[in-house]
């Protein structure tokens, strides 16, 4: 007996921006971007009332306190100042 296919797409927008000495990044990232669900496998026990049929969700393989594989989003944000030496006479 076959499970059903997984279809996941993920995806990430990066912003880089300098003003000055100090440079940043910001980042958006989502995984399951269109919240399809992810079946598990139907249960395969014969003699069972619940052969071929399916009563779980994947666990989510990037989170293991998530739960299922729901759409999940993080932003991050990253600053970095340049130090520039002057007058160091070489």
Do not use: W, Y
């Amino acid at each position: 007996m076959r499970g059903p296919g997984q279809f996941n797409i993920d995806a990430s927008v990066i912003k880089n921006t300098k003003i000055g000495p100090v440079s940043s990044e910001l980042r958006l990232e989502v995984f399951n971007l269109l919240n399809h669900p992810q079946f598990a496998n139907p249960n395969g026990q014969l003699g069972n009332s619940a052969f071929g049929t399916i009563s779980a969700m994947l666990a989510s393989p990037s989170c293991a306190l998530c739960g299922t594989t729901e759409r999940q989003m993080q932003v991050a944000v990253k600053a970095e100042v340049l130090r520039v030496l002057v007058g160091s006479g070489f």
